[in-house]
């Protein structure tokens, strides 16, 4: 089935650093894909649309500024936290819809475990 | 808006018991309704989903859900809990091209 890959799995990083995560989608192609955000025993935050090819769409009080989304290709999209702080340590989790599995699924990435000290 | 709502925060059921995890939901218009599951620092499994057809839909691991139009309802159910069953489970509905989540329910199956 359709496999979607996001590294790292987990990273640490100083406050006022920058950290790139990346989401690809290993056997198929991905015009679209979402970014989430999950606090612990939370559920899932829908924080931007990437659209390959043009800019990102955030959902209502997500900072693009701070949350940079780049869809550089058809299989890759990178969520870029800036400047980051504490309060942005999360787990971030990429998904990708996709005709393989019909129409409305999507496939969703392992996961990023991100920690600001 | 479309959303879903997953009454439980926590379902507690022995192993070999029948368990049912609730999600009802608000949509207009037809609803495209899925279960995920995800285990801890893991990323979402899919589980099952109700497009069209049979309310009746069966799934992943033996799950299955019940598609309720008159309730709004769309419970996920399986025969006999298995401790490996232990997760936290998310009920979503398609909201124009986005995946809206419920809060979560986390299910423990005790041996």
């Known amino acids: 089935g359709a496999v979607v890959s996001q590294h790292p799995s987990r990273v640490i ?7 790139k995560i990346e989401c690809r989608s290993l056997d198929f192609q991905a015009t679209t894909m979402f970014w989430y955000r999950q606090f612990p025993k939370q559920s899932l935050m829908l924080m931007a649309t990437s659209n390959e090819g043009s800019k990102a769409t955030y ?12 869809h550089a290709s058809l299989t890759l999209s990178t969520l870029t ?4 702080h504490p ?30 000290t | 808006a479309q959303s ?42 899919f589980l099952l989903k109700y497009i069209t057809g049979d309310n009746l839909v069966k799934g992943s691991y033996g799950f299955e859900a019940e598609f309720n139009k008159s309730q709004t309802s769309f419970h996920l159910k399986k025969p006999s809990a298995l401790v490996s069953d232990s997760a936290l489970y998310f ?21």
């Open chain 1, 13 to 19: 990083c100083k406050s006022g650093t920058s950290v």
């Open chain 1, 59 to 70: 959902e209502q009080g997500v900072e693009k500024d701070k949350f940079l989304i780049n």
């Open chain 1, 81 to 84: 936290v800036t400047s980051a």
């Open chain 1, 87 to 116: 309060e942005d340590s999360s787990f971030y989790i990429c998904s990708a819809p996709t005709i393989l599995a019909g129409a409305h699924e999507q496939y969703f990435g392992p996961g990023t475990r991100l920690t600001v």
């Open chain 2, 4 to 45: 879903v709502a997953q009454p439980e925060d926590q379902v507690n059921v022995a192993e070999g018991n029948p368990l049912t995890v609730k999600c009802t939901y608000s949509v207009s218009g037809n609803p495209y309704l899925f279960w995920y599951v995800q285990y801890p620092n893991r990323g979402l499994q």
């Open chain 2, 91 to 111: 009920c979503a509905v398609i909201g124009g091209f986005k995946t809206i989540f419920g809060a979560g329910t986390r299910l423990f199956v005790k041996a």
